[in-house]
């Protein structure tokens, strides 16, 4: 797993840019745009993984492959004894990602797929705002 250090003042960049995309993930379903609603899910959950784990260890994932932020989280989760349903949730988010951004058939309504992707995200959202008091005060 490639991992780039970050000094832990950073994890406010990140979690302002998680925030940002999530609260646009909820605007673009108002305006009838689902695929990138979903994908500004995808994005806010990785940014917030980023933020936690910039906080927590110093570092984030710095491989293409988002599976590497899954198991830095893992790791951060056992260090200080959290459960691992965020970063398990984490994986099925990251998991729709190239179905979203590379699929071969544009999806123009809000499928079960595309329902299930944002509610993942907010439960993803929910778990480390009840697992990372820090985040509360960002």
Known sequence: MKTKGFNRTHFLDYYKRADEFFKAMSDEVNFGRYNASA?????ASIALTDSLTIYESEKRASDEQHMDAVK???????????SKDGPNRLGKILSKK????YGER???MDTEKLKSI???VER???WAYRNFEY???G
């Open 106 to 108: 544009f999806r123009a």
């Open 72 to 82: 830095l989280l893992k790791s951060v989760c056992n260090t200080k004894g959290i």
């Open 135 to 137: 985040l509360k005060g």
């Open 98 to 101: 190239s179905f979203i951004a």
């Open 118 to 120: 944002r509610l993942n």
């Open 39 to 43: 994908l500004l899910g995808i994005h």
């Open 124 to 126: 993803f959202f929910t």
